[in-house]
């Protein structure tokens, strides 16, 4: 079965950068696009970026632009997303997901990382 | 890219019908038919229920439907249940090769 598993919470400094990883399994990682979504405290989805698992390309949310990195291993088939000059407002879970039974939507979704900004 | 907007709450009582609509613009929903919606249980991960405007994934309850008129998309629950009660976003995908979420929609069973 199709899962995207991702790395446990993290506790940053402002200023710090933050990487999440998301390892998928069940389906074939390059053949497919993986997908990063956030969630401030109490707050809407909030879409980041996407990454063209098979030749690495990438696309970012105007928001987020020179202060986010989507990366890919897939020897590993784990897909990353780096966030950098981290300040308070970046407080949120960030998820991955991906479209694998189909293009624009996301059908599969990690369970979240919780990143706390705080001095 | 301005988050596509929704009402903020929606309710009904069990059996009921409700509609929660999905507002863009001819950039995003009014372009493409690739407006998907996602529920969201508290503390959950969001769960894709309707992609491509109309089609449910399997194993999502056919009480869910989705419709589009331009620039609006809508999805509506029909016989309301007490599972039903979650956040709902909408999605869609825009000119700029990006994606952008709705401002979500908090549903509540009476």
């Known amino acids: 079965q199709v899962q995207l598993v991702q790395s446990g919470a993290e506790v940053k400094k402002p200023g710090a950068s933050v990487k999440v990883s998301c390892e998928a399994s069940?389906?074939?990682?390059?053949?497919?696009?993986m997908y990063w979504v956030r969630q401030a405290p109490g707050q809407r989805l909030e879409w980041m970026g996407w990454l063209n698992a098979g030749n690495g390309d990438t696309i970012y949310s105007q928001k987020f632009q020179g202060r986010v990195t989507i990366t890919r291993d897939t020897s590993a088939s784990t897909a990353y997303m780096e966030l950098s000059s981290l300040r308070s407002e970046d407080t949120a879970i960030y998820y991955c997901?991906?479209?694998?039974?189909?293009?624009?939507?996301?059908?599969?979704w990690g369970q979240g990382t919780l990143v706390t900004v705080s001095s | 890219q301005s988050a596509l907007t929704q009402p903020a709450s929606v309710s009904g009582s069990p059996g009921q019908s409700i509609t929660i609509s999905c507002t863009g613009t001819n950039s995003d929903v009014g372009r493409y038919n690739y407006v998907s919606w996602y529920q969201q249980h508290p503390g959950k991960a969001p769960k894709l229920i309707i992609y491509?405007?109309?089609y449910r994934p399997s194993g999502v309850s056919n009480r869910f439907s989705g419709s589009k008129s331009g620039d609006t998309a809508s999805l509506t629950i029909s016989g309301l249940q007490a599972e039903d009660e979650a956040d709902y976003y909408c999605?869609?995908?825009?000119?700029?090769?990006?994606?952008?979420f709705g401002t979500g929609t908090k549903v509540t069973v009476l």
């Open positions: 491509d405007v109309t």
């Open positions: 069940g389906y074939t990682f390059t053949n497919c696009a």
């Open positions: 999605n869609s995908y825009t000119s700029r090769f990006t994606y952008v």
């Open positions: 997901a991906a479209s694998v039974w189909g293009d624009y939507h996301f059908d599969f």
